[in-house]
């Protein structure tokens, strides 16, 4: 799962491109996109995607209200603004 974590990381904060993940200027993106984009590489559930969330000791990962969508905390070397 760790390398998972850090491809997510990857994703969330550099590079929504790899997966074609549409990322809104706040950084949130579908966690059924992400979910499936992972998922075309090796088996990826949503429920390792919300383990990977709850674990991780830096709370790298946000889910919005209704757990549709998905972000990175910080560390953005893309233009997004995490306050909304």
Not at 32 to 47: A, Y
Request: aromatic share 6%.
């Amino acid at each position: 799962m760790t390398k998972v974590s850090k491809f997510i990381s990857l994703l969330l904060r550099h590079h929504p491109e790899v997966l074609n993940l549409k990322m809104d200027e706040h950084g949130w993106v579908s966690v059924i996109d992400l979910v499936e984009g992972i998922n075309q590489g090796q088996p990826f559930t949503l429920e390792d995607l919300q383990t990977i969330v709850a674990t991780d000791q830096k709370q790298r990962y946000s889910f919005n209200e209704d757990g549709s969508k998905i972000r990175a905390n910080q560390g953005h070397s893309i233009d997004v603004d995490v306050e909304d």
